[in-house]
């Protein structure tokens, strides 16, 4: 069973992306894409190329169970804020990722819309993966209770780069 198509928190609707997000998507990412690159090289590509294209698979994926992608939107106004997606494997564990519009970090947004998706039915465990420099993502870890499991080197592109893996476990959910 995979999360909702739409949740609501305090400040945030969460919900699968529509075509009509095209242009509040192209716009944060436009204004984003610096911050984010910095920290999320694979992103990055997929956000450089045909938006469309990535809002159709991200509906595709959604519907087949494979990644669930979510905008962020304010509840006040409507406010694109950010992006989040639920990735599960085939051994109970989720994946997030995540990135905030520029105008929108450390704001506590992506903290609120992790703590909206760590919910029962959708997984065993629950993963970050973040750089142990970016600071915004290890707060959110922290913030939400997962506990850092270890760092290590991976490869990518031809560099080794740190990454920091972060767990949360329902018995341990301090949400």
Do not use: K
Request: net charge negative.
């Amino acid at each position: 069973m995979g999360p909702p198509a739409r949740l609501e928190t305090e400040r945030l609707i969460l919900r699968r992306y529509e075509p009509d997000d095209l242009q509040a998507l192209r716009d944060a990412v436009d204004s984003s894409l610096d911050t984010i690159r910095r920290w999320m090289p694979n992103t990055t590509r997929e956000l450089s190329g045909d938006l469309g294209l990535w809002l159709r698979d991200a509906r595709r994926q959604f519907d087949e169970g494979e990644r669930f992608a979510y905008g962020l939107f304010t509840r006040a106004d409507g406010t694109f804020v950010g992006h989040i997606s639920a990735i599960p494997g085939d051994d109970g564990c989720v994946e997030f990722g995540y990135w905030a519009h520029a105008s929108f970090m450390r704001q506590g947004f992506v903290s609120e819309a992790v703590r909206a998706l760590v919910r029962p039915g959708i997984g065993d465990r629950f993963v970050i993966y973040c750089s142990p420099e970016n600071e915004a993502s290890m707060g959110v870890a922290r913030t939400c209770g997962f506990t850092l499991v270890e760092t290590r080197m991976v490869p990518h592109e031809g560099r080794d780069y740190p990454q920091a893996r972060w767990e949360l476990r329902p018995s341990s959910r301090s949400l």
